[in-house]
C-alpha cells in the first residue's frame, strides 16, 4: 500500500529564516504531488503541484518555491520567511495522470500527516 | 464568489442523531466531487466520492444536485467518534484541481 511522509512535524522558525519541508511518497511510481497551506479556519489553498521530476507548477505568486528532485520526493522551499508563512503544510499525492501533464479529472488525493509552521 | 462554500457549523448533535449539511460550488462543469474528514490538527483524510446517482458508505449517505450545484453529506445514527470538521472538495476547470472548502464542524455529544 501507499505511504506518504513528511517532515518535521512541527518548526518554529524567525522572520527571515530558510525553509525546508520534505515530502516522501512509498509504493507507488510516477504519483502526482501537492503542497497545500491551510490557515487557521480556512481552507486549503494549492501552492505547487509536480505531475513528474523537475516538472512544477506554481499556483500562488509568494516567496515559497518547490522542487521535485526525485520521483517520489517533493521538497518545499523558502529562502526567506515572513510571519505570513505560518501554517499548517500538507503534502498530498494522487494516482491518476491526465491529459498534457494536468491532474486528471476523476483524481483523488491522499495526504500526509502534515508539518505545522510557525514563523516569529 | 468562493468555488466552494460550506456552512462552517458547528453542528452540535447527541449521539444517535441524524445530522445533515450541504455545501455549493460555483463551477457548474464541475465532474468530480468528494467528502474529506479532518481531525483537530490533522490531516484532511478522504471520507468518500460523490456520485451522480448519490452514494452511500455504512452511515454516511452523500447525494450531489448538479442543477442547484451543491453536495450533501448526512451522517446517521451518529457515534462520538463522527466529531470532525468536513470537507467539500471539488474539481475546478479547466485543470482539474482540486478546490476545497473551509469545513462544516460536527460535534457528537454523549
Known amino acids: 500500500s501507499q505511504t506518504i511522509h513528511q517532515w518535521p512535524a512541527t518548526l518554529v522558525q524567525p522572520v527571515g529564516s530558510p525553509l525546508s519541508l520534505e515530502c516522501t511518497v512509498e509504493g507507488t511510481s510516477n504519483p502526482n504531488l501537492y503542497w497545500y497551506r491551510q490557515a487557521a479556519g480556512r481552507g486549503l489553498q494549492l501552492l505547487f503541484y509536480?505531475?513528474?521530476?523537475?516538472?512544477i507548477s506554481s499556483e500562488v505568486p509568494q516567496n515559497l518555491s518547490a522542487s521535485r528532485p526525485q520521483d517520489r520526493q517533493f521538497i518545499l522551499s523558502s529562502k526567506k520567511l515572513l510571519l505570513s508563512d505560518s501554517g499548517f503544510y500538507l503534502c498530498a499525492w494522487s494516482g491518476l495522470k491526465g491529459l498534457a501533464g494536468a491532474p486528471h479529472p476523476k483524481d483523488t488525493q491522499y495526504f500526509g500527516p502534515g508539518t505545522r509552521l510557525t514563523v516569529l | 464568489r468562493k468555488e466552494v462554500e460550506q456552512d462552517p457549523g458547528p453542528f452540535n448533535v447527541p449521539e444517535g442523531a441524524t445530522v445533515a449539511f450541504n455545501c455549493t460550488y460555483s463551477n457548474s462543469a464541475s465532474q468530480s466531487f468528494f467528502w474529506y474528514r479532518q481531525d483537530c490538527r490533522k490531516e484532511p483524510k478522504l471520507l468518500m466520492s460523490?456520485?451522480?446517482s448519490g452514494n452511500e458508505d455504512g452511515r454516511f449517505t452523500a447525494q450531489l444536485n448538479r442543477a442547484s450545484q451543491y453536495i450533501s453529506l448526512l451522517i446517521r445514527d451518529s457515534k462520538l467518534s463522527d466529531s470532525a470538521t468536513y470537507l467539500c472538495?471539488?474539481?475546478?476547470?479547466?485543470?482539474?484541481?482540486?478546490?476545497f472548502g473551509a469545513g462544516t464542524t460536527v460535534t457528537v455529544r454523549a
Open positions: 509536480s505531475v513528474g521530476i523537475g516538472q
Open positions: 472538495v471539488v474539481n475546478i476547470l479547466p485543470d482539474y484541481k482540486l478546490s
Open positions: 460523490v456520485y451522480s
